[in-house]
């Protein structure tokens, strides 16, 4: 039998580090520290599983006879007290749809909107040019066991920006999602059409695949 | 390592500020007077980790750094390094009794001793037993002191808190380990 360590756990200190698009260039594009949260704002990971109910009519009308799972995603809460503003600004300027993207000419600051409907990683990979997801990266220097979410994108509301002549808190909550991009599918035949799979065929021979998407891990950086 | 009778001597309150002060070299604040000796109080926080299972008792507790007070009653002082003292202690106030802007910095993201920090380095000599006091980063606190003035000597009172002050909290990872508040070095 396994012995499993059960004991108080410490985190220790928490620096909070983003990296983004190639786009991003002399900024976030290059692993970046945003900041060190205050006492009462630590960091708060709140994954969220989605589960569909599969009724029965012998089950009656209220409880499932089997579960589906639906995939997940995660929130991280945090309010932040010694931060990089710069940082910051860039982090917000994806959020709006995308900071300043060379390949669309488009140099959206933070406080200027994209285009509405714009997606956020148009199915380019992490750290690609005009992807604007952000990774984040809870470090874990006591404990080594740090947070890495690999597609997150700032949140608001709650993004609170506090002005006075008093420290200011910035609360922040980060949506980390399952991105993934377009992946050549495997298996199947070749038709006229394109890729042949259990009868559907793929024109392209790409699809988005769920199974093994990263939410999470606790990767070094 | 001895046991014996512990007596410091004659103990001269120095004074270092930031460059460009008036103290920006080591200098004498003051003597104490016979009834109002330094007296070093230091503060350990330390929080509890409440479980239920104990109930309201902590079964462990962690520690969250320390500071420390230092009180003195001067009878044999600087006026001009006490003002200059002060006007620090009010995060570089342009002049005695005038304020800067609320919320000023006493730090000011710089390094000791640099441009902008207005923490004083507060120096305690010790010649009888060579075991003398360094404080890194000390402001005069609340109350930050008492003045009588009348036709007899004044016995000036002051009170200063040392703070763990740190450019970068992170510090590469280590947050405050290893950060010195104190040790038993006198400035230069």
């Keep these: 039998m396994r012995a499993w360590l059960v004991t108080t756990f410490i985190n220790g200190e928490c620096l909070v580090e983003v990296q983004g698009g190639a786009h991003l260039s002399g900024g976030i594009f290059d692993l970046s520290q945003l900041g060190l949260t205050d006492r009462e704002g630590v ?5 969220t599983w989605v589960h569909h109910d599969v009724k029965v009519d012998d089950y009656g009308p209220n409880i499932p006879a089997e579960l589906q799972w639906q995939m997940a995603e995660a929130r991280i809460g945090m309010t932040l007290v010694h931060y990089d503003r710069d940082v910051l600004d860039q982090c917000i300027g994806e959020a709006m749809g995308g900071g300043a993207d060379a390949s669309l000419a488009l140099g959206f600051q933070a406080g200027t909107l994209a285009p509405a409907g714009q997606t956020f990683g148009r199915f380019k990979p992490m750290f690609a040019s005009g992807n604007h997801y952000i990774r984040l990266f809870l470090s874990s220097a006591a404990t080594n066991f740090p947070w890495r979410f690999l597609s997150c994108v700032l949140e608001g509301p709650p993004l609170e920006i506090p002005l006075s002549t008093r420290r200011s808190h910035v609360r922040l909550s980060w949506r980390a999602i399952p991105y993934t991009t377009v992946q050549l599918m495997s298996g199947g035949s070749l038709s006229s059409g394109g890729l042949l799979i259990d009868g559907i ?21 | 390592m001895a046991r014996d009778y512990q007596i410091n001597g004659e103990v001269m309150v120095q004074v270092k500020g930031k ?15 016979r009834d109002g000796i330094v007296t070093i109080t230091p503060n350990f926080i330390h929080e509890g980790i409440p479980v ?15 500071g420390v007070n230092v009180s003195m009653t001067l009878v044999h002082f600087d006026q001009d390094v006490i003002e200059e003292c002060i006007k620090l202690s009010q995060a570089g106030a342009a002049a005695i009794g005038t304020l800067p802007r609320a919320g000023a ?19 305690l000599t010790s010649p009888v ?15 930050p002191f008492t003045w009588p003035i009348g036709t007899r000597r004044s016995h ?14 992170w510090n590469a990872g280590a947050g405050a380990l ?11």
């Design chain 1, 201 to 221: 065929v793929f024109t392209s021979g790409k699809e988005i695949s769920s199974s093994g998407v990263v939410l999470w891990d606790h990767q070094d950086l």
């Design chain 2, 19 to 33: 460059v460009g002060s008036a103290i920006a070299a080591l200098t004498n604040l003051g003597l104490t007077d």
């Design chain 1, 43 to 47: 960091v708060k990971i709140t994954p």
């Design chain 2, 129 to 143: 037993q060579s075991k003398p006091w360094r404080f890194y980063f000390a402001r005069l606190t609340n109350p």
């Design chain 2, 52 to 66: 239920d299972a104990w109930g309201d008792a902590s079964p462990e507790e962690q520690f969250f750094l320390a």
């Design chain 2, 156 to 169: 000036v009172s002051l009170n200063w808190e040392v703070v763990p002050y740190t450019v970068d909290p």
């Design chain 2, 105 to 123: 910095r006493m730090g000011g993201g710089a390094v000791r001793f640099a441009a902008g920090n207005n923490y004083i380095g507060l120096n």
């Design chain 2, 178 to 188: 290893g950060t010195v508040y104190f040790d038993r070095t006198l400035d230069t």
